[in-house]
């Protein structure tokens, strides 16, 4: 099992960024693909953005060109970095594996309004 703290969202307005930051704990990071996920209320979880084992992406429509997710295997990090922020991507955002096979963490909240 791989456990998960993900943190960097916040308030900010339209046409800003941020960076999330998801910290791993457990074994078998680097071996994994993983992934971040938003969940707004009354939905469910969907894939944002995606990274292999070797680094390989996939990103949903929606953010293509204007987030982009990395990891650091030393450190046991997954970043999504957000540019170019609308509305429509407040969300709380989750990370895990891709497909999901552990338990989420808290989430992070991010609010993108003026």
């Known amino acids: 099992q791989v456990q998960f703290v993900e943190s960097g969202g916040g308030l900010v307005q339209p046409g800003g960024s941020l960076r999330l930051s998801c910290a791993a704990s457990g074994s078998g990071f680097n071996g994994y693909s993983m992934g971040w996920y938003q969940q707004t209320p009354g939905k469910q979880r969907d894939l944002v953005a995606a990274i292999s084992s070797g680094e390989r992406t996939i990103y949903a429509d929606s953010v293509k060109g204007r987030f982009s997710i990395s990891r650091d295997n030393g450190k046991s990090m997954l970043y999504l970095q957000m540019n170019s922020l609308k509305p429509e991507d407040t969300a709380v955002y989750f990370c895990?594996?891709?497909?999901?096979?552990?338990?989420w963490g808290q989430g992070t909240q991010v609010t993108v309004s003026s």
């Open positions: 895990n594996t891709y497909p999901q096979l552990n338990s």
